[in-house]
């Protein structure tokens, strides 16, 4: 790997980076750089959850886990938020000051943005975003809330005038306010970047930077119409497979151009860029064809992509949905949802990725989320709403495990469908002392946040 | 004097500015995925940005006859008019006539993708809902009897009720609904007053809707220049060949009729040609194969499949609608004008390609007792099955690029003024 070598534009970013980086222990691993850090250990998760029909309330909430140990309310669902209507929630993220979470509805188009800093047991509905498909010329399913500075960049999946895989990134102001909106390259508009191969579909999905190397890397899924369908009425609708993303973008994050298009056929979902200083690269997996790449930085300062492992039997399909970089760089959790599996693989030569550990956590797995020294990883069950499986092996959980290195330990888990919640998704961590809150139930038994928390733990 | 100069002049803008943008209309989607079976695939992917487009005199579409179709006929009481249409024309692009603001008619009946989808089988709505047909073309509609595939409709200002209601398309709460929406978007201030002299309800709604699909008229094709227009140099030897066994050996004019003067390609009538029938009680159990990237397949077990997945529904056609037993599996022929845009086929969108629904015929569609006594076993060699291809696929009506053009300028339109105008839902 190549040395990190300051160059002219990415010092000022990098040093921005490493105020924060040096600041704090970071929660869990997946979050931008430009991020507020959580010191020690998370007090609560918060889990964006799809409405199902028939169950509860029906409609998409918000739903927050109390997870500190020395909590009264360890273990508990203590507070719920729904928004209205089936937006296909999925994923969500903290703006840079970490105040407030974005999450998305990859079928409505809104944007809910909650204020997670005034009581972070409780969170509230700050503001919502729709007019996100008028405003960004036609951009549709919000996708990834990532983190720069006061900004934040929302990826799409597809757009409203065919509902396929075309797509581009929009960026918004941390107040809520849209400032670009910025096209994928396609074969009639490259917008100054390479092929490097033979694709330049223009699909989205995730983002990630590397501010020190002035980089950031978008890979690529599907259209609306894809993930809104049924998946075994798609897997057998040969016209729709071909509605694929084949590829991953490099960009430049200061100026955001695309500048790199790389092939990597099958669907290249979650991006995991490394956080050690001299480790210029990032991971990704491809859903369909169950491959890990990497995209690193040669000797010569150029951006490569190449395919480094399978990941159980790509005949088979598993489908590796997310991942999660250890914050040390020598791990890499990837879940494959068909077989419910959490696999661990020694990523320590990226190069060379090796399967060390795997666990069935459920029925079907999706989500993952660990602490910054890897000691808990939380685990949650939906893909999509039309992609989870049927009947009885639609789990729908948030699990609480530890890892000691060599083995997961559950902890507690919460059935969402015992509790009428719904389908739980996408997970991000919360903590008082981010905001300089104490936390409740250290608190003496007089004061009125610690009645209000404990209040609210009655349910 | 001078307004007749200028309106001349507006004309030939007009004419101008679309045979400039006509030529940049890509018939097929922007996404190209021809030859994604090959490894050797690559992509030819147009910019979204560009999707601009430029508005058309669509009034004259209406009205005019066009070589090959008899003039578009209208109902008495919805006769065409520029401000009407202009209103369909906006409705049919509106996605917020939808109950959470994301499915438009042209959401399923995409302009470019021949006024139909072309990147899936079986239409999905509402939340993602699985529907049992394909989206059939908009263009050329107005010249059917009776409407669906089932020929349960029967006339457009009535159809479109369906979609707007049913829980798998739009899935409004209610008829009321749909007109509160309207009457709540800005945007709308005034144009059902002028073009109908009345607020929107139930009826204007319809007939706007109506006549803007009465509008795009789809002919003059080559083969009609061919045929009709006397032009014996607008088809290929191989388009010729095509013809002469589409109305010979092959058999397929006996239901996709030619007429002496005009053609519109269906004898409106309804038949089984053995599809409907297969799904519904032929072999499903077999392994089917999955393409997973460009030249990359797998084959995956039906109950892996069907894990993830609801099973392909039934579909009796006909029966449906008149629960007679002789009706199943019946199906209404459709048009084949401008077939080469609407790929895939037939009612359930499972047959991939012009040579696929060729080869479906050439076997003698699917032996069952209700097979139209007019599909048999055919005898064609290779060069004579791409010949009836390469007739079909001379049968795309010439105006078409202008037409698409309009849509993409209606939906840019859409989403300018949708900006300015979110629609209030307030609690009560």
Not at chain 1, 236 to 259: S, V, Y
Request: overall charge negative; hydrophobic content about 35%.
């Amino acid at each position: 790997m190549k040395q990190f070598t300051t160059h002219t534009l990415p010092r000022i970013l990098a040093i921005v980076s490493l105020v924060w980086a040096s600041a704090a222990q970071a929660d869990e691993t997946c979050m931008s750089p430009y991020m507020a850090k959580i010191v020690g250990q998370e007090d609560v998760v918060y889990v964006w959850t799809l409405g199902e029909e028939g169950l509860g309330d029906e409609q998409d909430k918000l739903v927050t886990i109390d997870v500190n140990p020395s909590s009264p309310d360890y273990g508990k669902v203590i507070h719920t938020l729904s928004v209205g209507g089936r937006n296909e929630a999925h994923h969500s993220g903290f703006t840079d000051d970490r105040n407030y979470l974005w999450a998305g509805g990859l079928d409505s188009n809104k944007i809910f943005i909650f204020d997670v800093h005034t009581d972070p047991a409780k969170p509230s509905l700050f503001k919502t975003i729709d007019n996100f498909e008028q405003a960004s010329g036609g951009v549709v399913g919000p996708h990834t809330f990532y983190a720069l500075a006061g900004k934040i960049m929302v990826t799409g999946l597809s757009n409203s005038a065919d509902h396929g895989g075309r797509t581009a990134m929009v960026e918004y102001s941390n107040t809520g306010d849209y400032v670009a909106t910025h096209w994928h390259p396609t074969d009639q508009d490259l917008r100054g970047a390479t092929k490097s191969g033979k694709y330049a579909d223009g699909y989205g999905y995730d983002v990630r930077a590397l501010p020190r190397r002035n980089a950031m890397f978008t890979s690529s899924f599907t259209g609306w119409t894809n993930y809104m369908m049924d998946f075994g009425t798609m897997l057998g609708d040969p016209e729709a497979m071909k509605r694929f993303g084949n590829t991953a973008i490099k960009w430049n994050l200061h100026t955001r151009q695309p500048e790199k298009i790389f092939d990597m056929p099958g669907a290249p979902l979650e991006i995991r860029c490394a956080w050690q200083p001299n480790h210029n690269y990032c991971f990704t997996t491809t859903a369909l064809t169950s491959q890990i790449w990497l995209m690193y930085e040669d000797e010569s300062g150029e951006w490569q992509a190449k395919a480094v492992g399978d990941i159980g039997d790509p005949s088979k399909v598993p489908l590796p949905v997310d991942i999660s970089i250890t914050s040390d760089d020598n791990g890499l959790w990837v879940q494959t949802f068909m077989d419910g599996k959490a696999r661990y693989f020694d990523v320590s030569d990226p190069f060379n990725p090796k399967q060390t550990y795997e666990k069935v956590i459920g029925a079907q797995l999706n989500m993952i989320s660990q602490s910054w020294d890897g000691k808990r990883a939380y685990f949650t069950s939906s893909l999509l709403d039309n992609w989870d499986k049927k009947g009885e092996a639609d789990e729908q959980f948030f699990k609480a495990y530890t890892w000691n290195g060599k083995q997961l330990e559950l902890e507690f888990m919460v059935d969402f469908k015992a509790e009428k919640l719904g389908s739980a998704h996408q997970m991000r961590f919360g903590a008082y002392g981010l905001y300089g809150l104490p936390r409740p139930w250290e608190k003496p038994a007089n004061a009125s946040a610690g009645k209000a928390a404990s209040t609210d733990a009655a349910n | 004097m001078r307004v007749a100069l200028a309106t001349v002049a507006a004309i030939l803008f007009f004419v101008s500015v679309q045979l400039a943008l006509a030529e940049d209309i890509r018939l097929a989607p922007g996404d190209n995925k021809d030859n994604y079976e090959s490894a050797d695939y690559h992509t030819d992917s147009l910019a979204l940005p560009q999707r601009i487009g430029a508005p058309a005199d669509l009034l004259s579409f209406a009205t005019r006859k066009q070589t090959g179709l008899p003039a578009p006929q209208h109902p008495a009481n919805n006769q065409p008019d520029a401000q009407k249409i202009a209103l369909g024309r906006k409705l049919f692009f509106d996605r917020r006539l939808s109950r959470n603001g994301t499915m438009s008619c042209a959401m399923c009946h995409i302009p470019e993708q021949g006024f139909a989808s072309n990147e899936l089988a079986r239409s999905i709505g509402f939340e993602g809902r699985s529907l049992k047909r394909n989206a059939p073309t908009i263009l050329n509609v107005g010249f059917y009897q009776r409407l669906f595939q089932d020929a349960r409709e029967f006339t457009l200002e009535q159809q479109v009720w369906s979609p707007l209601l049913a829980t798998n398309e739009m899935n409004n709460a209610s008829i009321g609904q749909v007109i509160k929406i309207i009457q709540s978007a800005e945007d709308y201030t005034g144009l059902f007053e002028r073009a109908f002299k009345q607020a929107p309800n139930m009826q204007n709604i319809g007939m706007a809707l109506a006549q803007y699909e009465r509008s795009l008229v789809a002919a003059d094709s080559a083969f009609d220049q061919w045929l009709y227009g006397g032009d014996k140099s607008a088809l290929t030897d191989q388009q010729i060949d095509g013809y002469e066994l589409f109305i010979g050996k092959a058999g397929c004019v006996n239901c996709h009729l030619i007429g002496t003067q005009t053609a519109l390609f269906t004898d409106q009538r309804l038949h089984s040609t053995g599809l409907g029938f297969q799904t519904s009680l032929g072999d499903s159990d077999s392994p089917i194969t999955v393409q997973l990237a460009p030249g990359v397949f797998t084959s995956m077990e039906k109950a892996r499949v069907e894990s993830v997945g609801e099973k392909k529904p039934n579909d009796l056609g006909r029966y449906e609608v008149t629960l007679n037993p002789a009706d199943r599996w019946k199906f209404r022929t459709p048009s084949l004008r401008n077939v080469a845009l609407t790929a895939p086929y037939m009612h359930d969108g499972s047959l991939p390609t012009l040579a696929s629904v060729v080869k479906f015929y050439k076997q003698g569609g699917v032996e069952h007792e209700l097979l139209s006594p007019l599909i048999k076993p055919l005898n064609l060699d290779n060069d004579e099955q791409s010949a009836l291809v390469a007739f079909m696929q001379s049968l795309t009506g010439d105006n078409v690029s202008t037409l698409v053009a309009d849509a993409f300028a209606a939906n840019n339109d859409r989403a300018h003024n949708n900006n300015k105008a979110a629609i209030n839902r307030t609690a009560e």
